[in-house]
């Protein structure tokens, strides 16, 4: 790796610690990471939906996740999947978090996007279908919009809650400041909105002017061109995939 590379910092705003999968990714390939968590998953605070809708679980033709987290709070309330139930995942990590609790997984897009989801079980629903969609208290509407287009009837509940996470912001606007950040990396809109949030418009705009924004996926970006900003999709949309994504750009800094 040319040291230029080693040079910029890469700022890692997903909820995970130290030693999470990204931040190891982007270690590996002799990057320095910043944690900067700006959003931390708790229980659900409010669960009537998702009671309602386990009451009932056999009626469903799919299940979709697009998180480990609602794949854990599911298998915790029924330890045993449902059968004649099909079940679709977003990403490789979420389809073993599944498979390692005995959950059997029939649909995996290529990509780590509910886009992707979208794509690959559209062509597999009759009409009808009934989809239940466990799903986080910020996750964005692009699976439940996308299957009921595509004639399936779907539930989305909440299974975990989102929420702000506390941020070292004079240490963060110290960085920006110096102008001293490679790339930041962004796994869900949230995470753009909580930065932009935390840190303040005009830090965050002055942190967006100065270092490369990487996305996990497509619906990320545009939350960031949104607000004015380009930025880059990893390639292939997996964690492995933003970091070398991430790795080869700040080579050619």
């Keep these: 790796m040319s040291s230029g590379a080693s040079a910029w910092p890469v700022v890692v705003t997903r909820d995970e610690p130290a030693d999470g999968p990204l931040s190891r990714e982007l270690r590996a390939l002799g990057l ?15 669960t009537s939906a998702l009671t309602a809708a386990l009451a009932r679980l056999n ?8 998180s480990q987290h609602a794949v854990a709070e599911m298998v915790r309330r029924v330890p045993v999947p449902p059968a004649d139930v099909q079940i679709a995942a977003v990403g490789a990590r ?9 959950w059997p997984v029939s649909l995996v897009p290529g990509e780590h996007t509910a886009e992707a ?8 629903l009759a009409p009808g279908t009934k989809v239940l969609f466990p799903a ?7 699976i439940r919009e996308g299957l ?14 989102t929420r702000s996470a506390p941020l070292d912001v004079r240490t963060c606007r110290d960085w920006v400041g110096r102008r001293a950040i490679g790339a930041v990396t962004f796994t869900s809109p949230s995470a753009v909105e909580e930065l932009d949030r935390a840190l303040g ?18 619906t990320t970006g545009r939350t960031l061109a949104a607000r004015g900003f380009p930025s880059v999709l990893a390639v ?18």
Excluded: H, K
Excluded at 117 to 124: N, Q, W
Excluded at 201 to 214: G, K, N, V
């Design 32 to 46: 320095a990471v910043l944690g900067w968590r700006v959003l931390s998953v708790g229980p659900a605070a409010e």
């Design 59 to 66: 009626e469903f033709g799919w299940l979709v996740f697009a």
């Design 94 to 102: 979420t389809a073993q978090a599944l498979t390692g609790s005995g």
């Design 117 to 124: 989801l979208v794509a690959a079980l559209a062509p597999r």
């Design 136 to 142: 986080g208290s910020r996750s964005l509407p692009t």
């Design 148 to 161: 009921t287009a595509a004639g399936a009837a779907v539930t989305q509940v909440d299974t975990y809650s």
């Design 201 to 218: 418009p005009r830090t965050f705009d002055e942190l967006l002017e100065s270092a490369a924004a990487i996305t996990l996926g497509p």
């Design 236 to 253: 292939p949309g997996t964690l492995s995939g933003m970091a070398r994504t991430t790795y080869r750009l700040l080579r050619m800094r």
